[in-house]
């Protein structure tokens, strides 16, 4: 399994509370997916229940990441066209 500290990435909200996170990748992004814990981006492994919010503006994945002993985070990958195809597709 990968690490995020692995993969260039922006952290764009910290601490956030679930519903923090969910009202921000709404508002930023052009387009919203959910998926259930256990999905993968780029090999990293995304925590969570049922819906943990993805968001798409331009060629940037925009989504929720739970840090173990930090909390909530909202991480931008820049240049995810790889992973906006695979989500697309789900």
Not at 49 to 67: A, E, R, T, W
């Amino acid at each position: 399994m990968a690490c995020i500290n692995d993969i260039p990435y922006e952290i764009l909200l910290k601490g956030a509370t679930p519903q923090q996170c969910e009202d921000f990748v709404q508002k930023e992004c052009d387009e919203v997916y959910h998926v259930k814990g256990g999905y993968k981006i780029r090999g990293v492994l995304l925590r969570g229940g049922d819906s943990i919010p993805i968001g798409v503006k331009g060629n940037d994945l925009i989504f929720q990441f739970i840090k173990p002993c930090s909390g909530l985070f909202i991480l931008r990958i820049p240049d995810a066209q790889d992973e906006i195809e695979k989500i697309r597709m789900q």
